[in-house]
């Protein structure tokens, strides 16, 4: 199974007084999604099945990567992607997506929890990772026996270029 990480793009400042789950992407992070997705379509990158924390600042993430790529599918959102999600959830519900028989999907979430989920599927300290606010990560997963993977790729905004 083909596993794409995309942290969400930059948000609101967590020192403002809103709740955090209700803190919006800032002019910079709806640039970081554009340009992911100019990068994205250039190199036909296209999303399989994207699965999106239902806090704001990713379904924004999720909802402009949509509109800015003609043909991508409109994200789930899955409970189990929200801000301190337990790695032995998200890896219970990859887990039953692999038996389904699905290979390529994309979640949108958070740190550190994609971290600790890449460690753990990499079998490595999740220290070791770092996932940046609108970059990629891409992993092949196997959920036939312990869940292992290996890391393909990872790409920050920064680096995208396009056409």
């Known amino acids: 199974m083909l596993i794409t990480f995309l942290r969400h793009a930059t948000a609101e400042d967590r020192s403002l007084s809103i709740p955090d789950a209700d803190r919006a992407l800032t002019d910079k992070g709806e640039k970081q999604v554009k340009r992911l997705a100019a990068f994205c379509q250039s190199n036909r990158l296209m999303p399989g099945i994207i699965f999106v924390s239902p806090l704001l600042r990713a379904q924004q993430t999720a909802k402009f990567l949509q509109d800015s790529m003609p043909g991508c599918q409109s994200a789930q959102t899955a409970d189990w992607l929200g801000m301190d999600s337990q790695k032995t959830t998200m890896l219970t519900e990859l887990s039953k997506l ?3 028989g699905i290979d390529d999907i994309w979640l949108i ?3 550190p929890d994609f971290s600790e989920l890449i460690g753990c599927l990499m079998h490595t300290s999740a220290e070791r990772i770092v996932v940046k606010k609108a970059s990629l990560i891409r ?5 036939s026996g312990r869940p292992t993977a290996n890391l393909l790729w990872s790409l920050p905004c920064s680096l995208m270029r396009h056409g």
Do not use: T
Not at 139 to 143: G, H, I, P, T, V
């Open 98 to 100: 692999a038996e389904l």
């Open 109 to 111: 979430g958070h740190e």
């Open 139 to 143: 992993l092949e997963a196997d959920f």
